[in-house]
């Protein structure tokens, strides 16, 4: 089983209107659609759907948002023992996407159900990988939570994805959380990031893997993927597709990468191995950019002329 722990929000996404909005009035704004997101709610979703045996590991809202969370959890074959709920709201994320399908987001998070996840006993037997990331890990009380849910899995040698997924305007104090960060390397297996986190963080994929982690993977938008680990250095182009938003698109990779992956070691790959699996990733990366808002691909959707995934 892999369990993807941290938050669920609703993203608040313009309405793609053809020709502008309707009436075309100044200064007038374009209608905003509820769509469930986060970005570690959005890599369980995605496990789900390409067929991986996945729980969400969160604190989830009792009202009406949170109750369409935890039921598209369920719809997408996510197991939801591992929810904490709460009568806190639900946190929002406003999201405003630029011409090119990038999305830049507004949050409200004060006292929201996803900052009072407390950390559980334990996880369920046979658990082989847990994610983390994003909101999560930079909100208190919850961050503190989440960070020693990462110290204890990788302690009990399952296999940890981070994915930082950075949102600048939520971290009080740049500094403090670089030094965190570099804290949660001596227990990370895969670093994911983009361009933008890395450039955000300061350092490189080289002094990554000499804190700890055993593969980095570096998404570059439409420049495509590439992984490096103390052997190799292997890219993969982006998949050409028409883009109507990048919303998930990462979170995606994610959870292609952890699923492709199986049971194997990170260090046990070759540069064909990981030439294949970045290759997977990409091709779902693909399917949710081709979707307005964050709508990862079923398995079916991944399969080749062969029907291999």
Same mark, same amino acid.
């Given at each position: 089983?892999? $369990?993807?722990?941290?938050?669920?929000?609703?993203?608040?996404?313009?309405?793609?209107? *053809?020709?502008?909005? *309707?009436?075309?009035?100044?200064?007038?704004?374009?209608?905003?659609? *509820?769509?469930?997101?986060?970005?570690?709610?959005?890599?369980?979703? +995605?496990?789900?759907?390409? @067929?991986?045996?996945?729980?969400?590991?969160?604190?989830?809202?009792?009202? +009406?948002? @949170?109750? $369409?969370?935890?039921?598209? !959890?369920?719809?997408?074959?996510? #197991?939801?023992?591992?929810?904490?709920?709460?009568?806190?709201?639900?946190?929002?994320?406003?999201?405003?996407?630029?011409?090119?399908?990038?999305?830049?987001?507004?949050?409200?998070?004060?006292?929201? +159900?996803?900052?009072?996840?407390?950390?559980?006993?334990?996880? *369920?037997?046979?658990?082989? #990988?847990?994610?983390?990331?994003?909101?999560?890990?930079?909100?208190?009380?919850?961050?503190?939570?989440?960070?020693?849910?990462?110290?204890?899995?990788?302690?009990?040698?399952?296999?940890?994805?981070?994915?930082?997924?950075?949102?600048?305007?939520?971290?009080?104090?740049?500094?403090?959380?670089?030094?965190?960060?570099?804290?949660?390397? /001596?227990?990370?297996?895969? !670093?994911?990031?983009? =361009?933008?986190?890395?450039?955000?963080?300061?350092?490189? /994929?080289?002094?990554?893997? %000499?804190?700890?982690?055993? #593969?980095?993977?570096?998404?570059?938008?439409?420049?495509?993927?590439?992984?490096?680990?103390?052997?190799?250095?292997?890219?993969?182009?982006?998949?050409?597709?028409?883009?109507?938003?990048?919303?998930?698109?990462?979170?995606?990779?994610?959870?292609?990468?952890?699923?492709?992956?199986?049971?194997?070691?990170?260090? +046990?790959?070759?540069?064909?191995?990981?030439?294949?699996?970045?290759?997977?990733?990409?091709?779902?990366?693909?399917?949710?950019?081709?979707?307005?808002?964050? =709508?990862?691909?079923? %398995?079916?959707?991944?399969?080749?002329?062969?029907?291999?995934?």
């Amino acid at each position: 089983m892999i $369990v993807v722990a941290g938050e669920s929000l609703i993203d608040l996404v313009p309405d793609p209107v *053809p020709g502008g909005v *309707p009436g075309g009035a100044p200064g007038a704004l374009a209608p905003l659609l *509820p769509r469930p997101g986060g970005g570690p709610y959005n890599t369980a979703v +995605a496990l789900g759907r390409i @067929g991986a045996d996945v729980a969400f590991c969160s604190r989830v809202s009792t009202d +009406a948002f @949170g109750e $369409v969370l935890v039921e598209r !959890l369920r719809a997408a074959g996510v #197991a939801t023992g591992l929810v904490q709920r709460g009568p806190e709201p639900t946190t929002l994320a406003v999201a405003s996407v630029g011409p090119d399908g990038s999305a830049r987001y507004g949050f409200y998070v004060e006292g929201t +159900a996803d900052r009072f996840f407390a950390l559980p006993e334990r996880l *369920p037997d046979g658990v082989r #990988a847990v994610v983390f990331g994003t909101c999560s890990l930079a909100l208190e009380p919850g961050a503190s939570a989440y960070e020693a849910l990462l110290r204890r899995s990788s302690r009990a040698s399952a296999l940890t994805l981070l994915d930082p997924n950075v949102r600048p305007g939520l971290i009080p104090d740049a500094e403090v959380y670089r030094e965190r960060f570099a804290g949660w390397l /001596p227990y990370v297996s895969v !670093l994911k990031l983009s =361009e933008e986190d890395a450039a955000w963080l300061g350092g490189s /994929p080289e002094e990554w893997l %000499a804190a700890g982690p055993g #593969a980095v993977v570096l998404t570059r938008g439409a420049a495509g993927l590439t992984v490096f680990t103390r052997g190799h250095e292997v890219s993969v182009p982006a998949v050409p597709v028409r883009v109507a938003d990048t919303i998930g698109a990462g979170d995606t990779v994610s959870a292609a990468l952890l699923h492709g992956l199986g049971d194997r070691p990170v260090t +046990a790959l070759s540069a064909v191995d990981w030439r294949e699996l970045l290759g997977y990733a990409a091709r779902a990366a693909a399917v949710t950019c081709s979707r307005t808002g964050a =709508e990862p691909p079923y %398995a079916r959707e991944l399969r080749g002329p062969g029907g291999e995934s």
